[in-house]
């Protein structure tokens, strides 16, 4: 490759060159060509700019049967019934109509997998691509994105979630999302109440005094003070900081996503996206239904269905869908069998989830449960399968390595393969 072209490609959004990446590209990693190959891109492709990811998290373990796989007139499909989409073929459940509108630009995964049915350990797998072992903490998958798409000066966060999610792990606190508590407003203390040019005077102090500490064997923990502070004067002091407050917006629009924590929160990403921000999670609780499945998710799916479907509308009417990846998914599935509660259980063998933008193709369905929703019948995707997928979709190397404070290199993602049925 000629190195204009490399340079090229190892070109953060802000216009710096990311050495790592360079490095990973002319040979530290994959070769050129290699990766290329790897993860089926062109050049040309490599060069867009802001590529983002939208997370919306469904916490609690969303039931399949209840959202993208319904099984109606089955033992196992309960009360639910199912709704045509704009995608002749495809179904969904009964509670998503405003999704089954939008199917042409989204595509679902009917046959993803796993092993974990604990919240805490699924939750944690879905959101890092490996389970928990030992003392190793893997960084949250908005952390891989923020340091490898994120520009390193950017005036806002590079990694914002609504409500706590999964940490940084070994990357650190540059890399740790900036939790958003009420979505619509601006955050928390981030109000100037005093004059630009006292306020730098103040942070130029902060340092001095920073300094003295790093003098007496805390260089490390003096470092990373100091990235905090210069990251939160930024932010502070950038106009880019209205993207957090909605006032600006029209009723129309907020009333199209929703009047509510989760549709403003999709809102707000879409904004942050705009600013170029390159990972935002947005997260709706209660899935859960050990009990009254039919009587909750109709309540639970009516927020989301209009959200989501408003965002993949509206990123598609900007033009941002193809360089931003929508994902909705939850940290597993629930059981087949209806409880005696008219609930339904934890269950990781046979689980859904819904993508969108990012080169994925819309309009299509991967991968089939059997007839009762026991067992994947067809293309079982693995979570490296569906994290792989994530790395081709942004333009990521999977095979980048991160370094764990103890000088242990990993890889982002080190299993499974990409669905490529969805880029094709």
Request: charge should be positive.
């Amino acid at each position: 490759m000629e190195t204009e072209m490399l340079l090229e490609l190892a070109t953060r959004p802000d216009g710096s060159v990311s050495r790592r990446r360079f490095l990973e590209i002319t040979g530290a990693g994959l070769a050129a060509t290699g990766w290329l190959s790897a993860i089926g891109v062109h050049a040309d492709d490599l060069k867009k700019r802001n590529a983002a990811c939208i997370l919306v998290w469904l916490g609690g373990g969303p039931s399949q049967f209840e959202t993208w796989d319904p099984k109606p007139g089955t033992e196992n499909g309960g009360k639910t019934k199912a709704i045509a989409t704009a995608v002749s073929g495809i179904k969904i459940a009964e509670h998503w109509p405003k999704v089954a509108e939008v199917m042409k630009d989204a595509a679902l995964i009917r046959s993803l997998t796993s092993k974990e049915g604990n919240h805490e350990r699924a939750t944690y797998q879905l959101h890092t691509g490996r389970a928990p072992s030992g003392a190793i903490k893997h960084p949250n998958i908005g952390s891989v994105v923020a340091q490898e798409l994120g520009a390193p000066a950017a005036e806002l966060p590079n990694f914002v979630s609504v409500g706590e999610t999964v940490g940084p792990g070994f990357l650190g606190v540059s890399a740790a999302p900036f939790v958003v508590n009420n979505p619509g407003e601006l955050p928390a203390n981030v109000a100037m109440t005093v004059a630009s040019q006292r306020m730098t005077r103040r942070l130029a102090l902060l340092k001095e005094q920073d300094a003295d500490f790093a003098k007496i064997g805390a260089g490390e923990i003096s470092a990373g003070h100091q990235g905090l502070y210069d990251q939160a004067a930024r932010m502070v002091m950038s106009p880019k900081l209205k993207s957090f407050d909605l006032k600006n917006e029209s009723d129309k629009m907020r009333d199209a996503y929703g009047r509510n924590s989760f549709g403003q929160g999709l809102l707000m990403a879409r904004r942050l996206v705009e600013s170029g921000v390159p990972f935002i999670e947005v997260r709706k609780g209660g899935w859960d239904t050990h009990e009254g499945v039919f009587e909750r998710v109709p309540r639970l799916a009516g927020e989301v269905d209009l959200g989501l479907a408003q965002l993949i509308r509206d990123l598609k009417s900007r033009g941002m869908l193809d360089r931003t990846l929508v994902v909705c998914m939850g940290e597993f599935g629930r059981t087949p069998k209806v409880n005696n509660k008219a609930g339904r259980d934890h269950y990781p063998k046979a689980f859904s989830a819904l993508v969108a933008g990012c080169g994925i193709k819309g309009g299509r369905s991967i991968g089939k449960t059997n007839d009762n929703g026991t067992e994947v019948a067809d293309r079982p995707v693995s979570v490296p399968d569906l994290f792989q997928t994530f790395c081709k979709a942004l333009a990521m190397n999977p095979a980048s390595e991160m370094v764990t404070p103890q000088g242990r290199p990993i890889k982002t993602v080190d299993e499974g393969k990409p669905v490529n049925e969805l880029f094709s």
